[in-house]
Nanobody, 115 residues
């Protein structure tokens, strides 16, 4: 059973960079054919796909967030990481890591952007 767990700070100041890590267990992030995503849900709004990294390391980003988003991975730790730069209060959300195609999601982590 694949399990995902997000970790990172719950509070980030405006203009700083938000960094979150997803630790995967029960399966390798390099397993052929799978993609690993970051998805967020602002309060009172729907889910927003932010970007993904594939099993081969290729990355894809939402056009609306591409200029501020970077996804990378550490295969030795079976982790992938989200960085979102120049955050504003509008980036306050619950952030999820997921392998959405197969229905595997982390529990989500609340990130608040506030001074």
């Amino acid at each position: 059973q694949v399990q995902l767990q997000e970790s990172g700070p719950g509070l980030v100041k405006p203009s700083q960079t938000l960094s979150l890590t997803c630790t995967v267990s029960g399966g390798s992030i390099t397993t052929n054919g799978y993609g690993w995503s970051w998805i967020r849900q602002p309060p009172g709004k729907g889910l927003e796909w932010m970007g993904a990294i594939t099993y081969s390391g290729s990355t894809y980003y939402s056009p609306s967030l591409k200029s501020r988003t970077s996804i990378s991975r550490d295969t030795s730790k079976n982790q992938f990481t989200l960085q979102l730069s120049s955050v504003t209060p509008e980036d306050t959300a619950v952030y999820y890591c997921a392998r959405p195609g197969q229905g595997y999601w982390g529990q989500g982590t609340q990130v608040t952007v506030s001074s």
